[in-house]
Every structure is written in structure tokens, then in C-alpha cells.
């Protein structure tokens, strides 16, 4: 019985590698899919008139392709419509996992995981793969919603962008574990440790104009 071999890991390069702390990088494929999987939100990073921009939006990731979604007269996605060169861009996810409490105040840190991708988005203009990232993108917030809505229409569409960036120049880097306290501050009398950080939701609000006989969807119970 042969076993499935694990993915190879992206290949690290001058911008993938920390100038600090390089221990906590990796580039395992599947760490950074889960960081990626498991983030609602991205950080997009880009140069707009020679001065750094830097905007939070929606995202989703489809095997190693990243589908960032935007406005058709914004900016950024109006520069990553040029076919030639398209818009580089640095784009980032951070999951905060714990509060590192130390007895000193330099040694307080937290604990994370955290994704940065290098490289140069795509304005998306096949029909076919806009619709795939548009479902991809509904999915990746609530997994199953895409198919229990209605699909945008023409004018909807023709409104909205997505942006392709490939998962080339990738890596991860995270904190575990407790603080990192000077031997000399180990008796000094102030609690030290982690305080956890976990995400939650609360029970689902209905819209106010919802018909009462419309139930609350079994993957909205699950979460």
C-alpha cells in the first residue's frame, strides 16, 4: 500500500525569507493553504502614484490561484487589467492565536500565523473562471452559500472585478508557545503566559424583511 506523497514546499527566495526570526518561516504548501483557507480577509499591498497603498478585501483561493475580488473602477483592479505587465503586489493574511503575556514588558509578544504572497495579479476576464472565483470567494466566507443564492447577473457582473494572483512567491511564518522571560526575571512576582484567542460566532440574525417560514440553512447551524 504506497502513501500519498506530501506536496512539495514552495521554493524560498530573497522576498519569501525574514530578515528576523527566520526560524519561524516555513514554506510547507499545506501550512500555507490552511493559513490562506482559514483567513475572511486579506491585506493587498501595491504602489499608487510612487506611494504605498494598502487595502482589505475579500479573497479566496482555488488550487494555487488566488481570486481577490474589487470594484471595476478601483484602482489597483484597474491597473491589474493591463495585460502587460499587470499590478504587482504583496498580499498578506495573520491569524492572531494567543496573547503572550511576559514578566517584562520587552519580552510580550503574541502568537500567530501568517501568510505573505509575492507577485503579479491578473485582471480575470474568461466568463467561465470570473463565475468560478466569484462562487470561490462566497464559498471561502460561508462554505455552501454560493449555492443557495442567487448568481449575479449580467449587469452584476459587468460591475465587478476579480484579480488572479498565482501562489508562486509564497511563505508562512508563525509564533507558538509560551514567553520568552530573562533567566534574572523568572521570580519577579507578575503572572506570565497565554491568554488564547479563538474565533466564534454567535447565534445568525435574520434580516428583518425575512419570511418567517424561511429556515436558517444547516451550514450556518454547523459553524
Known amino acids: 500500500m504506497s502513501e500519498t506523497a506530501s506536496p ?92 503572550v503575556l511576559a514578566r517584562s514588558a520587552f519580552h510580550h509578544s503574541i502568537n500567530y500565523r501568517s501568510a505573505v504572497v509575492h507577485g503579479t495579479a491578473h485582471e480575470i476576464t474568461d466568463p467561465e473562471e470570473k463565475r468560478t472565483a466569484l462562487d470561490a470567494i462566497v464559498d471561502h466566507v460561508v462554505p455552501g452559500r454560493s449555492l443557495d443564492s442567487r448568481p449575479a447577473n449580467a449587469k452584476e457582473l459587468a460591475a465587478t472585478a476579480v484579480i488572479g494572483l498565482d501562489l508562486n512567491e509564497v511563505s508562512a511564518k508563525l509564533r507558538t508557545g509560551g514567553p520568552n522571560d530573562d533567566a534574572e526575571d523568572l521570580a519577579l512576582p507578575h503572572w506570565a503566559g497565554v491568554l488564547p484567542l479563538a474565533p466564534g460566532y454567535a447565534a445568525p440574525l435574520p434580516a428583518d424583511d425575512l419570511d418567517p417560514a424561511v429556515a436558517v440553512p444547516d451550514y450556518l447551524t454547523v459553524m
Open 8 to 99: 512539495a514546499p514552495y521554493q524560498a527566495t530573497d522576498r519569501t525569507v525574514p530578515t528576523r526570526s527566520r526560524e519561524r518561516a516555513s514554506y510547507d504548501r499545506e501550512l500555507v493553504h490552511g493559513i490562506l483557507d482559514t483567513a475572511y480577509v486579506c491585506h493587498l499591498g501595491f504602489v499608487r502614484d510612487g506611494a504605498p497603498v494598502v487595502l482589505p478585501t475579500l479573497f479566496a483561493r482555488v488550487g494555487e490561484r488566488l481570486y481577490i475580488h474589487g470594484s471595476t473602477g478601483s484602482r489597483p483592479l484597474r491597473a491589474a487589467g493591463q495585460a502587460d505587465p499587470g499590478l504587482p503586489v504583496c498580499l498578506t493574511v495573520t491569524h492572531v492565536d494567543g496573547l
